[in-house]
Structures are given as structure tokens and as C-alpha cells.
């Protein structure tokens, strides 16, 4: 059964920190993994989608890796900003699935202070 | 386009009543998904349908029923409400040309005392 884990739970940075948020899962054979934004009392906002083939995607501050072989992400913010302030999910797809059934981790609580 | 939206926003329920959430989306999505997240956790699928008239457990379906019989909606009932149920409740729903891409509701927050 695939198992998605992130750490930390809860970071707190100040202004302007480049910052890395881990990702890591137990079964290799996925077809993607995203990563989402969750804003207290709202839904998830789909930041970045890696193919299982691909590296890296970036989109903006933003930067997210993939290591296949070695069950792990990172989602990389950088000169973090207090709009930054969320929490950062990560989800992976399995290869094996029928109407993409996501595996997500447990988050991490990002605040970014003034 | 209203995207996916979900009624009610909370909902106190006593143990052992009955409740539908419900869930519509206006982008003509066939795949459509029901998940719920506990304090401090990820989201767990309960349901899925990847079409009208079809549905298909997730991770943690029991407890819950679906049914599909609009593209539009997918609602999910909860026959005898247990406190394991408290819970935030996300609907999504995604395009078959790409159904990684799933769009959220703003969610249900549901308490069970």
C-alpha cells in the first residue's frame, strides 16, 4: 500500500527565507506527483504536476523534484513571502489506477512572518 | 463558471442521524470525487465515478453511499452518523483528457456528537 509522508509538519520562517519542503513515498511505480496549496477554510489549489519521466517543474518562486527511485520530492519556495503562508500538500498517482486515484501525504504548515 | 461547489459549509449532526452533502460542478467534468480529511492528516478517498451511473469505493468508503445520476452531481450520504465521521469533507472533479487535474470545493466541515 503506498505511503506518502511529509516533512516537517510545521515550519516557520521569516520574510525573504529560501525554504525546501519534503515529500516522500514507498512505492516507486507512480504516475505523478503534485503538489497542492491549502488555505485555512478552502479547498486545494494544484501548484505543480511532475510526470513520473520528469525531473523538476517550476512555476515561479516555485520549484518542485522528483526522485523516483528513491520515493522522494521537494518543493523548493523561494525569497518566501507571508502570502506564502499555507499548508503544502504533496499527492502521488499510482500507475495502476482508474480515475486518478491520489495518495496524499499529511501536509506541512508553512508561516512565513513579516 | 461556479467550479465545484459543496453545501452545507458546517453541519452539526447527532449520532445516529442521516445527512447528504452535496456536491455540483459546472465544467462538464465526467470524473468526480468525494475525500475527507481529518485534523492534521491527508485526504483519504471515500468515492469516486468517472461518469454518470457509475461509482467505485475509495480508501475509507464505509459508512458512506454515492450516487452519479447527473454529470453534474455526486452527492454522499451518511446513513447513521458515527463521531469517527467528524471531519472535513472536500468534493473534486477532473476532465477525462486530464484527470490528474482535480479541482476542489471549499469543503464541508461535518461534527458528529
Known amino acids: 500500500k503506498q505511503e506518502v509522508t511529509q516533512i516537517p509538519a510545521a515550519l516557520s520562517v521569516p520574510e525573504g527565507e529560501n525554504l525546501v519542503l519534503n515529500c516522500s513515498f514507498t512505492?516507486?511505480?507512480?504516475?505523478?506527483l503534485q503538489w497542492f496549496r491549502q488555505d485555512p477554510g478552502k479547498g486545494l489549489t494544484s501548484l505543480l504536476l511532475?510526470?513520473?519521466?520528469?525531473r523538476e517543474q517550476t512555476s515561479g518562486r516555485l520549484n518542485a523534484s522528483l526522485d523516483k527511485s528513491s520515493g522522494r520530492s521537494t518543493l523548493y519556495i523561494a525569497a518566501s513571502q507571508p502570502g506564502d503562508s499555507a499548508t503544502y500538500l504533496c499527492?502521488?498517482?499510482?500507475?495502476?489506477?482508474?480515475?486518478?486515484?491520489?495518495?496524499f501525504g499529511e501536509g506541512t504548515q508553512l508561516t512565513v512572518n513579516p | 463558471n461556479a467550479g465545484v461547489t459543496q453545501t452545507p459549509k458546517f453541519r452539526i449532526l447527532k449520532i445516529g442521524q442521516s445527512m447528504t452533502l452535496q456536491c455540483a460542478q459546472d465544467?462538464?467534468?465526467?470524473?468526480m470525487y468525494w475525500y475527507r480529511q481529518d485534523p492534521g492528516m491527508g485526504l483519504k478517498l471515500i468515492y469516486y465515478?468517472?461518469?454518470?451511473?457509475?461509482?467505485d469505493k475509495g480508501e475509507v468508503p464505509n459508512g458512506y453511499n454515492v450516487s452519479r445520476s447527473t454529470t453534474e452531481d455526486f452527492p454522499l450520504r451518511l446513513e447513521l452518523a458515527a463521531p469517527s465521521q467528524t471531519s472535513v469533507y472536500f468534493c473534486?472533479?477532473?476532465?477525462?483528457?486530464?484527470?490528474?487535474?482535480?479541482?476542489f470545493g471549499p469543503g464541508t466541515r461535518l461534527t458528529v456528537t
Open positions: 473534486a472533479s477532473s476532465d477525462d483528457l486530464d484527470p490528474d487535474e482535480q479541482y
Open positions: 512505492d516507486s511505480a507512480i504516475y505523478n
Open positions: 511532475i510526470q513520473s519521466s520528469q
Open positions: 499527492a502521488v498517482t499510482p500507475l495502476e489506477t482508474s480515475g486518478s486515484r491520489l495518495t
Open positions: 465544467m462538464n467534468h465526467n470524473y
Open positions: 465515478s468517472v461518469g454518470a451511473g457509475i461509482t
